[in-house]
């Protein structure tokens, strides 16, 4: 795919373009945390693409906290009403926790109809980390920090500018719609991306060098489920389900009905495997009802029952949920101690 090299003028004449045409969202800091912002039109405000991803995954955008799902007595047909926006400057975390969301919303038997037009009508630019938080560990998982795939357009900054990568027919059509003739990317541009890559790629190895294992993350989990190295950290789980709200690829969700005037609403509302309600069933009956079973359901999800489901796991290093957690528990040290408690 073709790439070429913009000024930062041509860039933000660019996202002007796009946004008197849809809405547009880019990272921005607020109170010392980077968001998803929506940009207007011809506003001063420049998306942040240094740094890392920002504090809300991107699934908010295509699987939303709540909705209302369908409304009844009426047709049951799906109303595709919604326009399409432009999210720019998503790390290769979000984008792999796309893939795996796609492959639960988008690609079984029975798909949702919000997730699919929703992922149909977006255009998703990804963005070159560049310096990576101390919760970061994509490469434990095989990643890179930087766009690998799933992108419609990347970006990486570099000393005269911005390098864009095609990586779609999206993609190419949105940089057409800036309005902007663009030059191709030299080999030296293309060099410096790389060196760039190469430095936060090393950085991100270094500082989870005390969390490696020599065993892939779905074995330990699989071989390890009575270990007694989960005790460490089932006392400390608060079960408010941070981790969970966070994670780029958590889905599970609650329906329930309400009436609104003379219709009736059925609504979709975030659900989370670790809250005590959520397996509870007539009589009160909870297949997991003890908090060794709840603090532990989340790993097999992640790292056995996806890969097993989809080759993949349900995990992108994104870091999210140790920044999050109350109980100050770092899911890269669970996962290590599984192992060294094998040679206990």
Known sequence: MPTYIATPRELQRMLDAWAQDRPVYVPISRAGHRHWSRLESDSEISPELDGIRAVEPLKIFYFRTRETVATYPSSTEFVDDEPGFVLFGAKNCDLRGLECLDETFAKGDIKDPFWVSRREKAVVV???????????????????????????????VVSDGVI??????????????????????????LAERERNREQTRSAVEEQNREYETHRPYPELVESNYDSAAWNKYVGRCREDAAC??????????VLYDQKVGDKNERVRVW?????RGYTR???????????????????????QFYPAQF????????GRCI??????IDMRQVL????ESESA
């Open 336 to 339: 290590h101690d599984l192992e």
């Open 323 to 328: 920044e999050a957690c109350l109980a100050g």
């Open 244 to 253: 969970l709200a966070v994670c780029p690829t958590c889905h599970c969700f």
């Open 126 to 156: 990804g963005a070159d980390c560049s310096e990576p938080a101390p919760s970061c560990f994509c490469t434990l998982l095989g990643m890179e920090p930087h766009p690998q795939s799933s992108f419609d357009l990347s970006v990486a």
């Open 281 to 303: 069933v007539g009589g009160g009956h909870s297949a997991r009802a003890t908090g060794n079973d709840r603090f532990k359901n989340k790993y097999v999800k992640k790292f």
């Open 164 to 189: 864009l990568e095609v990586g779609t027919e999206k993609g190419k059509k949105l940089i057409e719609a800036g309005g902007v003739e663009l030059g191709e990317a030299t080999e030296a541009q």
């Open 271 to 275: 659900d989370f495997c670790y809250l």
């Open 311 to 318: 080759d993949m796991p349900a995990c992108t290093g994104c």
